[in-house]
């Protein structure tokens, strides 16, 4: 889409200088002007909006992990600093050019982030923070030490895989390599693949890749045999299931994800099968199209009947996912269910019971899903509907969310009642997103480029 209003732009100018333009081609030029004119103000809009939340980390919680925008104050997740909040959102200043921010952030990362902290930290929200961060960081702005800094955080996090079935522990100790918590989900085990194996490649070390792959394997290896789904809890010991709830809601959701853009970053026919199969029995057993759209329920595991007819902010990812993966007629069925569940609360609630249409937890966490799957779509199709989407979405975050000195979460969108916490996700994600929508960026070549979960582009310079 992007390339073809370029191409309209070349071709504007390009007749503008031979002859006078017939009136339908004057139309058209005015509607694609307009439209340019449009986006870019958006795009504006984006970056202005980041720096008012960036500004607020900057002035209350500098060298924190994040925000609390309300009370201003910041806070860390564990007892040391990880710099969630200025890792998740480097790369997203690299794309909107903010260049003196983007060199006081890397300033703070450089010079203080201390990994060798005996600290417990969660494996999984790690990877796709910090590592995912750090190698991205490194990509975009070609300094070795973000890549020192990602290859010093793999091997801390390595020992997450050493479990007697190579399924990763939820908790890992960044000095001692002690783990602990051996029940984990799909989601948690199966959102690091990419990470690692970029690492393997960018360090030309085989071992972080051959960890995350063979956790992958077993993974997929324990599907019900009856349906080909997983289920929400597995026991990284024993390979057993102790929660046999199927969905693509959080624990689950991104690891049909990565079978995917593992698939697509290294060309790897294997994932690829792996992603298809999945897909398939999600589709045959999950997805529900009733008069009111199209959305995917609960099911059990082993069975493939329903449990709940439950849908959600997480579960909005998969539009952009299916679209990524070939599948544009279900996505774009399902972003719509997506967007009405947004449109009907002003802003999305975080569970919702879509036979009943009923908010079954209306905390909003400033998360990206919905928008991201309309920028996917709106790339992919070009349609402006897709584009519209993604401008009601972001103009309801700034009317609810904003504040004063930040961005803050919805602690009921049934009241419109804030709460005090900024994830780092809204600036490395929901912003990312919104911006990517938006505006004509020249960072990044997408047929290189593959988002990891947190929107950290992966790039492939191999
Ligand atoms: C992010 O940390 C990632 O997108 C993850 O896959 C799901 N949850 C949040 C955003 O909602």
């Known amino acids: 889409m992007l390339l073809r209003f370029s191409f309209l732009f070349l071709m504007v100018f390009f ?24 986006k870019q103000l958006m795009a504006e809009t984006v970056k202005a909006e980041f720096l008012h939340a960036w500004n607020g980390y900057k002035k209350y919680a500098w060298g924190m992990d994040g925000l609390k925008p309300l009370s201003k104050t910041g806070a860390n997740w564990y007892e040391h600093s990880l710099l969630m909040t200025p890792i998740d959102a480097y790369d997203t200043m690299l794309l909107m050019d903010l260049d003196e921010e983007a060199k006081e952030c890397k300033k703070l990362i450089i010079e203080t982030l201390d990994l060798d902290v005996d600290m417990e930290v969660q494996f999984f929200e790690i990877v796709i923070r910090l590592l995912g961060g750090l190698i991205s960081a490194h990509q975009m702005d ?35 390599g002690a783990v602990r918590d051996h029940l984990s989900n799909p989601a948690e085990i199966g959102t690091v693949q990419l990470e690692f194996a970029v690492l393997s490649k960018l360090t030309g070390d085989d071992k972080y890749r051959a960890k995350a792959d063979k956790a992958m394997e077993v993974l997929y290896s324990k599907r019900s045999p009856e349906t080909n789904l997983v289920g929400t809890v597995i026991d990284v010991e024993k390979g057993s299931w102790e929660n046999t709830d199927s ?35 999600v589709n ?85 899903e919905n928008l991201e799957s309309a ?25 609810y969310c904003k504040t004063d000195e930040g961005y803050a979460e919805i602690k009921d969108i049934r009241t419109m009642e804030k709460q005090d916490d900024m994830q780092s996700f809204f600036l490395a994600e929901t912003m990312k997103y919104a911006y990517l929508l938006f505006s004509d960026q020249k960072q990044l070549d997408f047929k290189n480029t593959i988002f990891n979960t947190e929107a950290h582009p992966m790039q492939k310079t191999w």
């Not at 300094?143 to 890992?172: C, H, I, N």
């Open 247 to 281: 969905h693509i809601s959080g624990m689950i959701d991104s690891y049909y994800e990565y079978l995917l853009k593992m698939a697509i970053l290294f060309e790897d026919e294997s994932y690829r099968e792996k992603y298809d199969i999945s897909i398939a029995a």
């Open 15 to 38: 007749f503008g200088c031979q002859d006078a333009p017939a009136p339908e081609e004057k139309a058209e030029s005015t509607v694609v002007d307009e439209f340019a004119k449009e």
């Open 284 to 368: 045959k057993y999950l997805l529900d199209k009733t008069d009111d759209g199209w959305w995917y329920s609960h099911v059990d595991m082993n069975t493939g009947e329903r449990i709940r007819t439950q849908f959600g902010a997480l579960d909005a990812f998969m539009p952009a996912m299916l679209a990524l993966g070939g599948d544009l007629e279900t996505a774009k069925q399902v972003q719509e269910s997506c967007f009405k569940m947004w449109k009907d609360h002003k802003i999305e609630p975080e569970q919702y019971d879509y036979s009943k249409n009923e908010v079954l937890s209306g905390v909003y966490f400033l998360r990206p």
């Open 375 to 399: 920028a996917y779509l709106f790339h992919y199709t070009g349609d402006r509907k897709y584009y519209e989407m993604g401008e009601t979405m972001f103009n309801s975050i700034v009317k």
């Open 142 to 176: 070609g300094d070795p030490q973000f890549l020192e800094l990602a290859k010093d955080l793999g091997d801390r996090l390595l020992p997450a895989f050493d479990s007697p079935t190579g399924l990763p522990y939820r908790m890992v100790n960044l000095k001692t």
